[in-house]
């Protein structure tokens, strides 16, 4: 047995956040969605039943066989049992990535974000990275293309880049020029 102070633990650190894919799931293999969370419910309940005999190794394994496991057995109790909802749960894979679609989405709304911050970039800056780091073209080729020095183009790209990280990072993405103390002291003697 596991006490209760270590199942609620386990229950917030472990079972909690996988709380968004487990209704995905279920939302996917029943047909009636407004019982999706009394489904969600009912399996965490079991989920907890089975965790007081003996802690999961793999958490979320555990859970989604659990969740089959219920989503079987509840489709039998009904009475109406759908062979298609049985097959299609029998024959899913258990290591099927659930946070595919979430990443997808994480991707879209990063490049978003990348592209909005290409875009505040000037011209010139905006050409070097989208050469470098986009098309995959080496300092040579960059510098040539553009009529520029591979010391410009270094110094250019990297002012984009940090221009770039800022903006992704929730700033305003402006570009810093450096300061040099011999030049300003240059241009003062000529």
């Not at 047909?31 to 999961?56: F, K, Q, S």
């Not at 049992?81 to 990535?97: G, H, I, K, W």
């Not at 997808?104 to 989208?130: C, M, N, W, Y």
Request: proline share 3%.
């Amino acid at each position: 047995m596991v006490d209760e102070e270590t199942i609620r633990d386990w229950f917030c650190r472990e079972v909690l956040p996988l709380e968004r894919s487990l209704a995905r799931f279920i939302g996917r293999n029943w047909r009636v969605a407004d019982d999706v969370m009394d489904l969600t419910h009912d399996v965490y309940e079991l989920a907890i039943a089975g965790a007081r005999r003996e802690m999961p190794r793999n958490t979320r394994q555990y859970l989604f066989t659990v969740a089959r496991n219920h989503l079987i057995n509840s489709a039998k109790r009904a009475r109406v049992v759908s062979f298609e909802l049985v097959a299609d749960l029998e024959a899913a894979p258990l290591e099927v990535d659930l946070f595919e679609t979430d990443r997808h989405l994480d991707a879209r709304e990063a490049l978003r974000r990348f592209q909005a911050g290409l875009d505040k970039l000037s011209p010139r800056i905006r050409e070097i990275v989208t050469l470098r780091k986009v098309e995959g073209f080496n300092i040579n080729e960059t510098a040539e293309r553009l009529g520029i020095g591979k010391d410009a183009v270094n110094h250019q790209l990297a002012m984009g880049m940090k221009a770039l990280a800022d903006h992704m990072l929730g700033g305003a993405g402006r570009i810093v020029r450096r300061k040099y103390p011999g030049r300003a002291a240059k241009e003062d003697g000529a």
